[in-house]
Each structure stands twice: as structure tokens, then as C-alpha cells.
Nanobody
Framework: QVQLAESGGGSVEAGGSLRLSCVASGDSLSIASMGWYRQAPGKRREVVAVITADGSISYLDAVKGRFTVSRDVAKHAIFLQMDNLKLEDTGVYTC???????????WGQGTQVTVSL
């Protein structure tokens, strides 16, 4: 079983920055794809950024140039540096780690990010 521990959410004014962290723990962890999803009130969940097991990175178009995803392979951790935050970035951000199959991915508990004027 894999557990994901997230931290770093909070409230910030528009234009500000936040850094999210997610650390995976469990037995015999291998390198796996990890990413961040978010869900705003009344909207569908969307993928924000992903790092695949081989290190390939992809971003949601709306965050390109403002968000940076990185990882620490040794610590099984993934980070999301969010700069120049906008009101529309508000939502619950959740860390995900690939499991044995897509239906068995591991999800964190989510962390709230609130951007205000």
C-alpha cells in the first residue's frame, strides 16, 4: 500500500506563489509517474502537471510558464511551484501516483489553494 502526504496549500493574493509537496511512502517503492490534479468548485477535475517515470513533464495549458513541477526520486516526492497565481487557480490540489493500473492509482487527501484579490 502506498500513502501520499501533501503539504503546502493555503491562501495567497493574486500574483503570489505557493509550493506544494507530496511524499509517497510504502513498501518497496519504485520510480513511478506522479502528478497533480486540481478541482475548482463546480468544475471538473483536471490534470495540472505530470512527471512520468522516465522524467517527461507535461502541463495544463493554463499553467504553462507559471507552474513548475519537479521531483526528488530518492524521496519519492513531487513538488509543484506555483507562481503568479490567478483567481482561477483556486481549488483543491491532489497528488497522484501511478499504481499497478489506472484504476488503482494512489491519491492524496488533497490540499486547498485559495487565490484572492
Amino acid at each position: 500500500q502506498v500513502q501520499l502526504a501533501e503539504s503546502g496549500g493555503g491562501s495567497v493574493e493574486a500574483g503570489g506563489s505557493l509550493r506544494l509537496s507530496c511524499v509517497a511512502s510504502g513498501d518497496s517503492l519504485s520510480i513511478a509517474s506522479m502528478g497533480w490534479y486540481r478541482q475548482a468548485p463546480g468544475k471538473r477535475r483536471e490534470v495540472v502537471a505530470v512527471i512520468t517515470a522516465d522524467g517527461s513533464i507535461s502541463y495544463l495549458d493554463a499553467v504553462k510558464g507559471r507552474f513548475t513541477v519537479s521531483r526528488d526520486v530518492a524521496k519519492h516526492a513531487i513538488f509543484l511551484q506555483m507562481d503568479n497565481l490567478k483567481l482561477e487557480d483556486t481549488g483543491v490540489y491532489t497528488c497522484v501516483r501511478a499504481g499497478p493500473s489506472p484504476s488503482r492509482d494512489y491519491w492524496g487527501q488533497g490540499t486547498q489553494v485559495t487565490v484572492s484579490l
